[in-house]
């Protein structure tokens, strides 16, 4: 799915096509999430610093009760930790997954143990547990409309720089 305007623009230079719209990651997860509770689903949470991940669990419980948050773990643990990991979430028997630790630490995780976590469908969500805890808030919609989000991002954070950059 096309995520960013960095996508749309990349599109249009090089290979003359036109996007008309994007999904960005934070609105697919909590589409996901809607879908995931209307069908009873068991949920497997990866990701971010413990007290945000605590307080995302929470929310997805008091918010998608018809889901089931069949596990979680935070983002910080050694390679080492890994096959363990991989063991809690296959006991865990999820349906789905995010993984919320970035880019591309996330998609390397995720490369590297899909097919061990047997877990039908899993993605990477990259700041979206931040954005659902209320630690970061999105930009306003025009801002979004105009493919600015990042510029608003950058300008609240500007240690991103080389993340845009990337």
Not at 137 to 157: H, T
């Amino acid at each position: 799915f096309c995520d960013g305007i960095g996508i749309i623009w990349a599109s249009r230079v090089f290979y003359h096509a036109h996007i008309k719209s994007r999904v960005t990651g934070v609105e697919l997860f909590l589409r996901l999430l809607e879908l995931a509770d209307t069908r009873g689903w068991r949920l497997f949470l990866l990701g971010s610093r413990p007290e945000i991940l605590s307080g995302v669990v929470t929310i997805v419980k008091e918010r998608y009760p018809g889901l089931v948050v069949a596990g979680s773990h935070d983002g910080y643990f050694t390679a080492e930790d890994e096959p363990g990991l991989v063991a809690e979430i296959v006991a865990a028997r999820a349906d789905i997954m995010f993984v919320g630790m970035g880019s591309p630490k996330q998609e390397k995780f995720l490369a590297g143990n899909l097919f061990a976590m047997d877990v039908p469908f899993a993605m990477g969500v990259g700041g979206s547990y931040n954005v659902l805890s209320g630690e970061f808030k999105r930009a306003p919609a025009r801002v979004q409309r105009l493919g600015l989000e990042w510029l608003y991002r950058f300008v609240l954070d500007p240690k991103r720089l080389p993340r845009i950059l990337s």
